[in-house]
């Protein structure tokens, strides 16, 4: 059974930083595309943070720039998030995701194309 386990998230004061990590298993992830989705309530799921199979690529939304970083650790199965310069509106349930298939070395920006998911985790930033 493939899972994605998320942790790392909590409660911080605006300014301060938070790592989330998610490990895979069940399967290997090297040639899939990983990624950081959010989701706040009220609003719809958004990619965060998105890396390609090898890590060449990177893409992250506008308000995850200069501020964010994903990494991936191929070896074991892993993505991380590391958040500094928090905000009260990065306040959102975190999710990080795999594609099962392999693909170009592209990151995937749409949740649609993602098919292992993580349960969550809440990241609260308060002001």
């Known amino acids: 059974q493939v899972q994605m386990a998320e942790s790392g998230g909590g409660l911080v004061q605006a300014g301060g930083s938070l790592r989330l990590s998610c490990v895979g298993s069940?399967?290997?992830?090297?040639?899939?595309?990983m990624a950081w989705f959010r989701q706040a309530p009220g609003k719809e799921r958004g990619l965060v943070a998105g890396?390609?199979?090898?890590?060449?690529?990177?893409s992250y939304s506008d308000s995850a720039t200069g501020r964010f970083a994903i990494s991936r650790v191929n070896a074991k199965n892993t993505v991380d998030l590391q958040m500094t310069s928090l905000k009260p509106e990065d306040t959102a349930v975190y999710y990080c995701a795999a594609r099962s298939a392999s693909t170009p070395d592209l990151v995937l920006r749409q949740d649609r194309l993602y098919d292992y998911w993580g349960q969550g985790t809440q990241v609260t930033v308060s002001s």
């Open positions: 069940g399967r290997a992830f090297s040639s899939s595309p």
């Open positions: 890396m390609s199979w090898s890590g060449a690529s990177i």
